[in-house]
Structures are given as C-alpha cells and as structure tokens.
C-alpha cells in the first residue's frame, strides 16, 4: 500500500487552517518579493551605478547583486566628523534610509581632540582631506559591520572618483593602518 501525502489533514478545524494559511502567505511573498525586484533594479542602479561599478574588481549596486552577502549602499553625506568618521544618510533598501555615523575601516586619523598641538594640526588636515574626498559625490558603502563603539558603523567607503577613501587617506599621509586594538600616539 502506498502513501500519498495529503494537505487534508492541514485543514483540520482544531488547526484552524493555519498552515494552510502560512503557506499560501509564504507563496505569495516569494511571488510578490520577485515582482518587486524585478521591477525595482533598474531604477535604483542608476543613481549609483556610476560610482561604483566603473571600477572593475568593485563590488556592484546592491540592487544588481540581489543575493550578495557585501552589498553596497549608497550614502549621502551629512557632515564630516574628523578623519576617519562621517555622518550620512544610507540607502539600505528603497524607501529606507538609516542615518549614521560611519567609520572608515582600517585607518586611525588624529584626534580633532588632540593631546598636543602637532596631532591637532594633522587631525585638522585629515579632517579637511576626507571633507574633499566625500565631495566628489557617488559616496558609498560596504562591508559594512558594527564598530567597536556603539552608535556607528565601521564600513569601506567609495566615491565617484575615489574607489577606496581609506586607502586614499592612508596614501596621502592623511591617516595610518589600524586593525583595532589600541591606537598610537600622535604626538612627539
């Protein structure tokens, strides 16, 4: 004798159809999540695709890598903190921006809070350099991960002209490599 499975025995009343229920819910969300993906890619790659997917080797839009575990967002800038952190608006799905401060990952830049007059100089410059960088538009972010200090995100940042604002900044004497842990000096 064989057995054939049956949905009957979800329709049972002291169930109360709710697997049933559950399920169709379920059906139609991967219908509808489909449709909405289909439609919205196009129109939200523009505003960020020339920012970041001239460079070959980046990583795309979030909106064309639909599955992709390091997505990339766009951001509008707010204001600059100091070296390594900024403030801005991202775009983490469409409709739903999330404002934050973003710390750019694995530099260390002087302190605008500084112990001797040479780190407040430096810390004034790196300021003034990321401020630069940012202007250039097509700001955005990935790998993006909690910081170590609550209340912001440490993330790699890009912009239209910059394809690594860290790597620039370290470049340009701006900042130097940090992996966490403490941080060094920058006095004397």
């Known amino acids: 004798m064989s057995h054939r499975p049956s949905t009957a025995g979800l329709a049972h009343p002291h169930r109360?159809?709710?697997?049933?229920?559950?399920?169709?819910?379920?059906?139609?969300?991967?219908?509808?999540?489909?449709?909405?993906?289909?439609?919205a890619a196009p129109q939200m790659a523009a505003p960020v695709a020339p920012a970041v997917a001239d460079t070959p080797g980046r990583p795309q839009p979030f909106a064309a890598?639909?599955?992709?575990?390091?997505?990339?967002?766009?951001?509008?800038?707010?204001?600059?903190?100091?070296?390594?952190?900024?403030?801005?608006?991202?775009?983490v799905w469409p409709g739903l921006d999330v404002d934050t401060k973003?710390?750019?990952?694995?530099i260390d830049a002087p302190e605008l809070h500084a112990r001797c007059a040479d780190e407040k100089i430096k810390a004034e410059a790196a300021r003034t350099a990321?401020?630069?960088?940012?202007?250039?538009?097509?700001v955005a972010v990935w790998q993006v991960g909690v910081d170590k200090y609550g209340g912001r995100v440490d993330a790699r940042v890009s912009?239209?002209?910059?394809?690594?604002?860290?790597?620039?900044?370290?470049?340009?004497?701006?900042?130097?490599?940090?992996?966490?842990?403490?941080?060094?000096?920058?006095?004397?």
């Open 130 to 138: 990321l401020e630069t960088i940012l202007a250039d538009g097509g």
């Open 65 to 91: 890598q639909r599955l992709d575990p390091q997505p990339v967002y766009p951001a509008d800038v707010l204001r600059v903190i100091d070296g390594d952190t900024f403030e801005a608006r991202v775009r």
């Open 16 to 39: 109360g159809n709710a697997l049933v229920l559950a399920g169709a819910m379920f059906a139609l969300g991967i219908l509808a999540g489909a449709t909405v993906r289909q439609t």
């Open 159 to 188: 912009t239209r002209g910059t394809a690594d604002v860290s790597a620039a900044l370290l470049s340009g004497g701006f900042a130097r490599s940090y992996n966490g842990g403490r941080r060094g000096a920058w006095c004397g």
């Open 102 to 106: 973003v710390r750019l990952r694995g």
